[in-house]
């Protein structure tokens, strides 16, 4: 079964920076997609960043020009690279990879990682 591990959360003040990672292991469908989300308290979920297995990024109008998601040469490492935090960027954020096998996808996600920008 698929396995994501979460580092680099914290708490910072704001506008410094911080650096997310996501390490996958045991994907066996092909991936697809790599992301993360974050979920503030009292609100839904939503999407941060993604990145395609083919390099194509795609990001939250909020986050545009301060956050930057990345792979490893593997690709079965995501990162987010995320400066000029402020406090509406505090979140739990979690790592998700979504992957496919002919028609059947499957989705996993990280254990979550807290980041806590103080004003």
């Known amino acids: 079964q698929g396995q994501l591990v979460e580092s680099g959360g914290g708490l910072v003040q704001a506008g410094g920076s911080l650096r997310l990672s996501c390490a996958a292991s045991r994907i066996v469908y092909r991936i697809n997609a790599m992301s993360w989300y974050r979920q503030a308290p009292g609100k839904q979920r939503e999407l941060v960043a993604s990145?395609?297995?083919?390099?194509?990024?795609n990001y939250a109008d909020s986050v545009k020009g301060r956050f930057t998601i990345s792979t490893d040469n593997t690709k079965n490492t995501v990162n987010l690279q995320m400066n000029s935090l402020n406090p509406g960027d505090t979140a739990v954020y979690y790592c998700h990879v979504g992957t496919r096998y002919f028609a059947t996808t499957r989705d996993y996600w990280g254990q979550g990682t807290q980041v806590t920008v103080s004003s």
């Open positions: 990145i395609t297995s083919s390099g194509n990024t």
